[in-house]
T-cell receptor
Framework: SQQGEEDPQALSIQEGENATMNCSYK?????LQWYRQNSGRGLVHLIL?????REKHSGRLRVTLDTSKKSSSLLITASRAADTASYFC??????????????FGQGTELSVKP | GAVVSQHPSWVICKSGTSVKIECRSL??????MFWYRQFPKQSLMLMAT?????????EQGVEKDKFLINHASLTLSTLTVTSAHPEDSSFYIC???????????FGPGTRLTVT
């Protein structure tokens, strides 16, 4: 079953602008992961943030996690046309050393116009 | 980085036939692999957890007799869609979990079209 909800469902911005996507989930988690998927292709892992972390950076990506609100956000700064893709959050709620199954949010379709 | 491969990348089959999809973990031994299905414009839905050396665990609503999963080794899991129907046409994606980092790495997906 789907746990995550993402908003917005679709986002269209100009190159150079920042893009923010939000994800909410329902149960306690071990970690939350963000993925990118280009049309018809496989998933690319972007960032994993653990439940005891509040913020994480990777290049132009910044992820925050608020476990009290059960929400996360992905910020892409200085966006490029190549960032055009669908972005999914996924939560891992399994018991430590077990589980590992990911429940995906509905995704945000990002379009960056040159 | 870690690589997970899938084969075939796409397959077209006739209704009533069976199709086998392979998922291989190339960089690490994966005791656990996962199978997802994705319909157009939708998110990934977890189908089952594939456990090396034991039976797969299926998510609610997924027919285990229709979607046969075999995790015969630490680097290979297979999904067989038996007696395929057009409604089984979808994008099937596997993932393997790195036991050291707990990160999951996804295969490139297999597009199944049942005619």
């Amino acid at each position: 079953s789907q746990q995550g909800e993402e908003d917005p469902q679709a986002l269209s911005i100009q190159e150079g602008e920042n893009a923010t996507m939000n994800c909410s989930y329902k149960t306690s988690i071990n970690n939350l992961q963000w993925y990118r998927q280009n049309s018809g292709r496989g998933l690319v892992h972007l960032i994993l943030i653990r439940s005891n972390e509040r913020e994480k950076h990777s290049g132009r990506l910044r992820v925050t996690l608020d476990t009290s609100k059960k929400s996360s956000s992905l910020l892409i700064t200085a966006s490029r046309a190549a960032d055009t893709a669908s972005y999914f959050c996924a939560t891992d709620a399994g018991i430590y050393n077990q589980g590992g199954k990911l429940i995906f949010g509905q995704g945000t379709e990002l379009s960056v116009k040159p | 980085g870690a690589v997970v491969s899938q084969h075939p990348s796409w397959v077209i089959c006739k209704s009533g036939t069976s199709v086998k999809i392979e998922c291989r973990s190339l960089d690490f031994q994966a005791t656990t692999m996962f199978w997802y299905r994705q319909f157009p414009k939708q998110s990934l839905m977890l189908m089952a957890t594939s456990n090396e050396g034991s039976k797969a665990t299926y998510e609610q609503g997924v027919e285990k007799d229709k979607f046969l999963i075999n995790h015969a080794s630490l680097t290979l899991s297979t999904l067989t869609v038996t007696s395929a129907h057009p409604e089984d046409s979808s994008f099937y994606i596997c993932s393997a979990r790195d036991p050291q980092t707990y990160e999951q790495y996804f295969g490139p997906g297999t597009r199944l079209t049942v005619t």
